[in-house]
């Protein structure tokens, strides 16, 4: 870990703030786990794996939830919390938590499926709109995980490219984001649906309370995740080597 004094932007004030938004996201991510965790651990009976697959498809919302939530949002601000770090190192980091978040959503995906194709009267896949958007979601997410790797990670491309491909792949990771958490207040709505006589839903039980925080703390992070990464004040800059690299590209 290197330092370089006049690119520790943000600084005074701004450094404050972006330290207590980052301290948030990472509140409202953990809070988003547990709610969720809790809203189907406790309210929907635990979890099992293909033994039980009403109980399987528990781990469907937490799983997403973990991987398409939390930990995304934590893959997408790396550059600005580690801004002197080298940025091979964050590179790395950024692309390894990437890939911790598609393996949690392939095996949510597993999760989903199983719980429809192994009850004794199998439930068709697929249906939905969020089941749509959701694998659109996994699918762009993958798409992006693998160009980001060419581009970024793997030798060969012109720092040029590179440069002109950047704009692009932060719009798509805020915008997969963006689609991730439309697809989960998609998928706590139809499940309060499917639930709504059985939980008396429209009575706001215990369980609502949960299921509508969680929501609510969903909209949240990803609206201050979108709020850091967007303001310029907030974004990494480049070492002297790294300026020195490109300048040499």
Known sequence: MENYDKHDAPTGGNLGSFTGLVLLVQGLGLAAVILVAVWMGHFRDGFAWTSDPAKEFNYHPVFMV???IFLY???ILAYRVFRNVK????KVMHGMIHLGALIFASVGLKAVFDSHNLLANPIPNLYSLHSWLGLITVILFGLQWVIGF???LAPGLSQGVRARYMPHHVFWGVGILCMAAATALMGITEKAIFLKDKIQYSKLPTEGI???TLGI???AL???VAFVVTRPEYKRQPSPEEDHIQLMG
């Open 66 to 68: 973990i991987g398409l």
């Open 73 to 75: 949002s934590d893959a």
């Open 87 to 90: 940025k091979m190192y964050i």
């Open 150 to 152: 060419l581009t970024f």
């Open 210 to 212: 949960v299921l509508n």
């Open 217 to 219: 703390v969903i909209v």
């Open 222 to 224: 990803v609206a201050l």
